[in-house]
Structures are given as structure tokens and as C-alpha cells.
């Protein structure tokens, strides 16, 4: 099964280089505290996402994947929700349980969200409420989608 593209594989693998890039002190080399802040938050939304995408697609209730994986399913509940970062070694082993692999493979850095933060942080405060807005309003609209399907694969899974 094929579960993200190569430009998300590829997101995913560079944000977890950057997390593991970070020195004893926590500031990731050659970079400031601000950035690595930045990197770390971009790879909590990562493998948050990614976590998500692959039960929804497995069909697979939280529950389920914390006892397959041997976890707590609060913690599955946690990771899902960005409220805490998942191990390498941890999401790899919730993304088996989920019947999923993560493939990882070294690219050239690629500095296109960089580039959008930095513009959307020069726009006015009342034009980054209004996207933020749009944003979660795109979400939130597709979200029924996508927990309808988890149920049809669920109750095929289960015929």
C-alpha cells in the first residue's frame, strides 16, 4: 500500500533529520532557538498527520493501534492531537501496527515553507486571522469525509 506522496515523504524525513540535529543544549546546530522551535513544531504536525492518515486509512480505531503497537491508547490520542511528540522508534512501530512503513531517503533542503511562514508573517494581523480562519474551516469541512470513509473501511475490514 502506498500511503504519501514522495513530496511528503520527503517533508517528513527532513523534519525528522532537523529533529534529530538537535545538540545536548536542544538548539539544533547552526541554527537559533526560534528555528528549532519552528522544526520541531513542524515535525510534531508531521507525524501527527501522518499517524492520523495511516489509521484512517488501516480503518483502524485508536484503541486498536495503541494494542497492536503496545502502547497506551492515550498516548495514540495524544500523538494524533500534536499534545506530544512520538519517538522515531515509536511512530515507526504504530505505523507497522497500522500495517503502514515509513520510507525515508535524503534530499536537497527545500526552503518553500520557510519562504510561506516568512510572508505570511509580513502580512497585517487581520489578514493572518482571516487565513488561519479559512484554513481550519477547510478542515474542519473535510474532516466528516474522511471519518465517514475510516468507518466504511472499518466495516468492510470487519465483513
Known amino acids: 500500500m502506498r500511503l504519501a506522496s514522495a513530496a511528503a515523504t520527503s517533508f517528513i524525513a527532513a523534519a525528522i533529520a532537523r529533529r534529530s540535529a538537535v545538540s545536548s543544549t ?11 522551535a519552528s522544526a520541531s513544531r513542524r515535525w510534531l504536525r508531521a507525524a501527527a498527520g ?13 484503541a486498536e493501534l495503541a494494542r497492536r503497537a503496545g502502547v497506551p491508547a492515550s498516548m495514540v490520542s495524544a500523538y494524533e492531537r500534536d499534545r506530544c511528540q512520538p519517538t522515531l522508534a ?22 518553500h515553507d520557510d519562504v510561506l511562514a516568512a510572508q505570511r508573517a509580513a502580512w497585517p494581523q487581520q489578514q493572518q486571522e482571516a487565513w488561519e ?7 474542519e469541512a473535510g ?15 470487519r465483513q
Request: hydrophobic share 40%.
Open 26 to 36: 536542544g538548539v539544533v546546530a547552526g541554527s537559533s532557538e526560534s528555528s528549532h
Open 50 to 62: 501522518l499517524l492520523r492518515l495511516a489509521r484512517y486509512e488501516a480503518g483502524t480505531a485508536q
Open 133 to 139: 480562519s479559512y484554513q481550519r474551516a477547510r478542515v
Open 90 to 111: 515509536t511512530l515507526l512501530r504504530l505505523l507497522k501496527a497500522g500495517g503502514y512503513e515509513l520510507r525515508m531517503h535524503l534530499a536537497p533542503y527545500d526552503d
Open 143 to 157: 474532516r466528516p469525509i474522511v471519518e465517514a470513509e475510516a468507518r466504511r473501511r472499518a466495516r468492510a475490514a
